[in-house]
C-alpha cells in the first residue's frame, strides 16, 4: 500500500492506492495555513492517520508516502524552502517531520514533476520512456521524464518551461520576467487578454455574462458553438502553445507530450489535433512522425494520483 498527500495553495488531498494505480481511499480539504509550516504539517499527518483509520489499514502495510508540493523545495532532502502560495512554510523539513511520524520513507516532489509522474505511472503517458508533461491551467509547469526517469536538474527546476521566453521583452509574467510562454497561454494571462479583447456582442460574452467576465472556459465553449471570435482566440492560444513546444521536441526529442487542462477541455478537434498538426509542421519530419501529443488521462483524480505516483517513483528508485 502507498499513501500520498497533495499539498496545494487551496487544497490539500489525500490517497491511499497502490502501484496499479487503484485509489482505495481519498480525502481532500481546504488548505489551512497556521503561519508555521511545521504545525501545518502535524495537521497533515493528523489527516493521513484519520485515513488509514477509516480504511482500515494498518501503518506497517503501507511501504511509502509521496508528498506533492509547490515549489522551491529540495526534494534530495525533502525540504520545501519557501512556496509563495503556503505561508509560513520556511525551509519545512517535510521528509523528516513525517518519517518521524510514520515510520517509513517520505519522498517529496514539486507539483509539476508529481503530475509528470501521475500520467506517467498511471494515465496517458504509460509506456513511453521519454515524456513531457505540461499543464495548462493557471499558469504552465512541466515534468520531465527522460529514459523512464524523471529528470529534476539544478534545483530540481527542470521542466519549467512555462517561463522560457516567447519573445524577449514581450508582455509581462508573473515571475517577474517578461516574455514567457506562461504570459501567452497560462489560464490567468488568457483571461486578463480575453477580458480587455471580448466583443460585447461575441458568443463568449453572452455566456459569461458581459466581456469583463469571460474565461478561457468560455471561449472553448463559443468555440464549439462556431463563435467567430472564440474561434480565432482558440486558433491564436493553439499557435503559442505550439510555438512553445516546438524548441521542447527539438532539444528533448520526446517520443510523447502530454497536454493538461485548457487543452483537455477543448478536445481533439478544438486544441490537441490543431497544436499536433503545428508542431508536426515544424520540426524535422523523424521527430514529428514518432511524437504522439496527447491530452491528460487523470482528470480530477489527479492530485491523488500525484502524490500516489511520487511514493512509488520513490520506492521505484530506491530499489534500484
Known sequence: MLAGVDVGGTKIAFALGDASGTLHETHRRPTEASGSGERDVAGIAADLRALLDRAGVAMASVDAIGVAVPSPLDPERGVVL?????????????????????????????????????????????????????????????????????????????????????????????????????????????????????????????????????????????????????????????ELVARGIVPIVMTLAPEAIVLGTIAVAAGEALSIGPIRREVRRRVWPFLGEQLQILPAALGATLPYHAAIGVALEGRRTATR
Not at 204 to 228: I, M, N, Q, S, Y
Open 82 to 238: 519557501n512556496p509563495p502560495n503556503l505561508a509560513g512554510w520556511h525551509e519545512v523539513p517535510v521528509r523528516a517531520l513525517l518519517e518521524d511520524a510514520f515510520g517509513v520513507p517520505v519522498y517529496v516532489e514539486n507539483d509539476a514533476n508529481a503530475a509528470a509522474l501521475a500520467e506517467w505511472h498511471f494515465g496517458a503517458a504509460r509506456g513511453f520512456r521519454h515524456v513531457v508533461y505540461l499543464t495548462m491551467s493557471t499558469g504552465v509547469g512541466g515534468g520531465l521524464i527522460l529514459d523512464s526517469r524523471l529528470h529534476r536538474g539544478v534545483f530540481a527546476s527542470a521542466g519549467e518551461v512555462g517561463h522560457a521566453p516567447l519573445e524577449w521583452d514581450g508582455e509581462p509574467c508573473s515571475c517577474g520576467l517578461r516574455g514567457c510562454f506562461e504570459a501567452y497561454v497560462g489560464g490567468a494571462a488568457w483571461t486578463r487578454r480575453l477580458q480587455r479583447a471580448t466583443p460585447a456582442d461575441s458568443r463568449a460574452a453572452a455566456l459569461a455574462g458581459g466581456p469583463k467576465a469571460v474565461t478561457p472556459e468560455h471561449v472553448v465553449a463559443a468555440a464549439r458553438e462556431g463563435d467567430a471570435f472564440a474561434s480565432g482566440e482558440l486558433a491564436r492560444w493553439n
